[in-house]
């Protein structure tokens, strides 16, 4: 992959740089406290981009699948029925988005452009969005600590899947291009070649920076064993399930999961607005049929099913990569503490010690 | 300009529509509408436009259709036409607010429908099987597009036995259907009430009563079942059937699950494995066993 180099000052050139080729930038932006997010780039806050922050709560996957997404207009005159759809195709690029999040848009790639249907309304916002990730190479504003992307395999640098990616070495960034269209930017002036010691740098930085990680092992090998082979014990998806206060924010902060419900809302006399909403499997209406019949009555069911999502291995062959990226989001948000790494943990601990009880009586 | 790595994404084939918005509903009409139950309609309709009409009656047996009633929602229901008849209808009870307003619509009004979902029963490969139909209430729902479909292509079966469940004669479904198959030389058909109304002369007791009747040889050799009701009456009848020598994988049902895309995103019908809209609705009870869930 081509690498340039750019002067610290010149870094959000890369933005000037987009906005110039018509894209609106979101980028990330610091509020009060721990409170970060992404808002579109103006000639106003330009200067208060950050390239190191902690990761927002709020995942950049909005832009690809926004939390509220209009999807038809269906108007009624003179006995007639017409149903539009409604498209939404920006040119948008995300400055600073971070390698867990790359990690997180690729597996909703795989998930609703793969299957035996094309989701429609996400390839027309995936098809133009510009990813500009940036590495975490500062351990205090960077990571956070409940980011696992060293176990997820997804960070601190992403692999591929960005158009460009940028990197602080101290006095120079880092650029390298993992699309053609992220190459074409490395024309401008504002580049120039390195040499074999920014390389090595890199490489320093990244040794140091994946050592500065808290949550370092989420047995995820193990765990994946142990839930394809349904040989989670029932008392542990019950203990797990009794922490859960059934809030679903682990679902709404996760940049990998998928799941939307469908709604109709009135928009004129004779005009109706089809919209989907983002959903939760935590929550106890998302199996409930009309009739009242639920299939998944308990708590621990429904939080079961989140878990096994993630963990199987059927799906990860399914798609072809993992619905959880590392990114800590849900150990931040959870009040029970099960986030990945502790249910992870949890399994692995209560089937290990099962299974080795077993193993010994017979 | 291609700028992102949605490109490198190799979808080659592996798309039913690549460029069709699979979330669009088309214009349908309400033709007409027949009660048959207690809250239960049948609702016959056709698409506005003729091409789309063409198009969806080359579903399958089992296969089912997203209705939308525009301000209220969408809701997944089976086809029980059978793709061998002219007319397309739903037959739909009343339960909630999406079914409430078919139930309130008239010949002429117009919704909307998306499909057919769903992998349906493969009929072809039962080519040369016999056939056992069990169904409890409107469970025969989907199964009637089978059994029609089945009588249609009457040569290519061996036997074909049908069985059927309600819970008091005026709960008896498709009537005219009833008794056409009843009559019918090349079909046994079998009835069951749970309470009779004094009028009743045939037999009463759960539908699994009528495999123990003198007279009644349910096939069971070389021979697929499908078993289609509520939760109680699917496993008496798996435990009979397997007692009879039935093996996991000929017992075949249809699974209901809220649903709200019928595609396989929105992540709702999801168990165990299983996206029961594209990877159902149809399973065998060798392959029900293994989903782990409520039926």
């Given at each position: 992959m081509k690498a340039r180099i750019l002067d610290r000052a010149d870094v959000l050139k890369i933005v000037d740089l987009l906005r110039q080729q018509g894209y609106e930038v979101m980028a990330p932006f610091c509020g009060r406290g721990r409170d970060t997010y992404f808002d579109v780039v103006t000639e106003q806050n330009r200067d208060q981009v950050q390239t190191h922050f902690a990761n927002p709560y709020y995942p950049p996957k909005r832009y690809v699948l926004p939390h509220i997404e209009p999807m038809l207009k269906v108007t009624r005159a003179n006995g007639n029925v017409r149903i539009e759809p409604i498209y939404e195709e920006p040119k948008r690029a995300i400055f600073g988005i971070r390698s867990c999040d790359v990690a997180g848009i690729y597996h909703l790639d795989l998930f609703y452009l793969g299957g035996s249907f094309r989701d429609t309304y996400y390839d027309k916002r995936r098809k133009n969005l510009f990813l500009v990730n940036m590495v975490c190479t500062d351990p205090d504003r960077d990571v956070g600590d409940e980011c696992f992307c060293v176990c997820a395999d997804t960070g601190p640098a992403a692999r591929d899947r960005f158009d460009l990616q940028l990197m602080d070495l101290g006095d120079e960034f880092m650029a390298v291009a993992g699309t053609p269209a992220g190459e074409s930017l490395l024309a401008d002036p504002v580049f120039r070649r390195g040499t074999e010691a920014h390389v090595e740098k890199r490489r320093a930085i990244l040794d140091e920076v994946r050592k500065?990680?808290?949550?370092?092992?989420?047995?995820?090998s193990a765990t994946v064993r142990y839930v394809s082979h349904g040989e989670v014990l029932e008392k542990t998806w019950e203990e797990i399930g009794n922490r859960c206060i059934e809030c679903g924010g682990c679902t709404y902060v996760c940049p990998a999961c998928t799941c939307f419900t469908v709604s109709d809302r009135q928009t004129g006399p004779d005009e109706v607005e089809r919209v989907r909403i983002w959903d939760s499997c935590a929550l106890g209406g998302f199996t409930r049929m009309a009739g009242g019949h639920n299939p998944r009555k308990a708590v621990h069911d429904r939080r079961n099913r989140r878990f096994f999502r993630k963990l199987a291995h059927y799906f990860i062959q399914r798609e072809l990569s993992m619905a959880c990226v590392g990114c800590g989001r849900c150990v931040d948000v959870c009040h029970g503490n099960i986030g990945m790494p502790s249910v992870v943990e949890m399994i692995r601990r209560a089937t290990a010690e099962f299974e080795n009880h077993e193993h010994v009586s017979r | 300009m291609s700028t992102s790595a949605v490109e490198k994404i190799d979808l080659t084939g592996a798309n039913i529509s690549a460029t069709e918005n699979a979330y669009l509903p088309k214009v349908a009409i309400l033709d007409r509408v027949v009660p048959e139950i207690t809250d239960v309609k049948t609702f016959y309709w056709r698409f506005e436009d003729a091409a789309e009409q063409q198009a969806f009656r080359r579903f399958r047996p089992g296969q089912f259709a997203q209705v939308s009633l525009f301000g209220v929602g969408e809701f997944p229901t089976s086809l029980p036409a059978s793709p061998t008849e002219d007319e397309t209808f739903f037959t739909v009870r009343r339960v909630g607010s999406c079914t409430a307003a078919l139930h309130k619509m008239k010949p002429g009004d117009k919704f909307a429908v998306r499909g057919p979902y769903g992998n349906g029963f493969p009929m072809e490969d039962y080519y040369g099987k016999s056939l056992v139909f069990v169904a409890g209430g409107i469970g025969l729902i989907p199964l009637r597009s089978c059994i029609v479909y089945a009588l249609k292509h009457r040569d290519k079966y061996n036997h074909i036995q049908i069985f059927l469940g309600a819970k008091t004669p005026q709960e008896l479904m498709y009537v005219p259907n009833l008794r056409e198959w009843e009559q019918s030389a090349g079909v046994e058909c079998y009835l069951s009430v749970d309470r009779s109304d004094g009028v009743w002369a045939g037999n009463v007791g759960v539908v699994g009563s009528l495999f123990k009747k003198p007279g009644v040889q349910v096939q069971v050799e070389d021979t697929v079942a499908f078993v289609c009701g509520p939760p109680v009456m699917f496993r008496f009848v798996i435990k009979d059937l397997l007692t009879m020598g039935f093996q996991e994988r000929n017992i075949v049902s249809t699974l209901e699950r809220y649903m709200k895309c019928g595609i396989g995103k929105c992540g709702h019908c999801c168990i165990g494995v299983a996206y029961v809209c594209v990877d159902g609705p149809v399973f065998t009870y060798e392959q029900i066993k293994k989903l782990g869930e409520d039926i």
């Open positions: 500065r990680f808290k949550t370092s092992t989420s047995w995820f | -």
